[in-house]
């Protein structure tokens, strides 16, 4: 089963815009973290935020993250085109490390 | 330059010829990790690795095979392929708490 999901399942967006995206799931973590994936490419790691950090940022990029919610969401500010990719949360545990569905963020020129 | 390699990147192949799709890291990861990924279905955990000898399987294992002997290599093994695994696949590597390194992905068709 899937231990992050992401919401929405997709967003579209003008360039310049703030996108958001959401992760929820199920278990203690001790750390969550953001993936982009360009269509039929590899995941790259983004950020990696500890269960004991509220907010990470890097470059465009924040991240916050909720225990008692068990969520978490990547802010990305003034969206580029070159921004459009899939974005995953992962939460590895002691053993694996599984991903959700994804957001499918397209920004439109 | 730290890498996780797979191959092939590409292969199409004919049901039930046994076929290998070959991952390696050079970063000395303890975890590896193989996922498939299917359109509205994101990665789904095909089989998993903590160390050398250590394999458990993820949540699609079925009709897959894994091994790993050394620590640098993880290969997914199709012993008898069948259309329904036609997919991408994608092999990762990390260690413990830290960020995964994924491999360029093999698109695999099975006809």
């Known amino acids: 089963s899937q231990q992050g999901e992401e919401d929405p399942q997709a967003l579209s967006i003008q360039e310049g815009e703030n996108a958001t995206m959401n992760c929820s799931y199920k278990?203690?973590?001790?750390?969550l973290q953001w993936y982009r994936q360009n269509s039929g490419r590899g995941l790259v790691h983004l950020i990696l935020?500890?269960?004991?950090?509220r907010e990470k940022h890097s470059g465009r990029l924040r991240v916050t993250l909720d225990t008692s919610k068990k969520s978490s969401s990547l802010l990305i500010t003034a969206s580029r085109a070159a921004d459009t990719a899939s974005y995953f949360c992962a939460t590895p545990n002691n053993n694996d490390m599984r991903f959700g569905a994804g957001t499918r963020l397209t920004v439109k020129p | 330059e730290a890498q996780v390699t797979q191959n092939p990147r590409y292969l199409i192949t004919v049901t039930g010829k046994k076929l290998t799709v070959t991952c390696s890291q050079n970063?000395?990861?303890?975890?590896m990790s193989w996922y498939r990924q299917d359109p509205g279905l994101g990665l789904r955990q095909i089989y998993y690795s903590m160390n050398v000898e250590v394999t458990d399987k993820g949540d699609v294992p079925e009709g897959y095979k894994v091994s790993r002997k050394e620590k640098r290599n993880f290969p997914l093994i199709l012993e008898s392929p069948s259309p329904n695994q036609t997919s991408l696949y994608f092999c990762?590597?990390?260690?413990?708490?830290?960020?995964?390194?994924f491999g360029q992905g093999t698109r695999l068709t099975v006809v």
């Open positions: 970063m000395n990861h303890e975890y």
């Open positions: 935020i500890r269960s004991n950090e």
């Open positions: 278990t203690s973590i001790n750390n």
């Open positions: 990762a590597s990390r260690s413990v708490n830290t960020e995964a390194f």
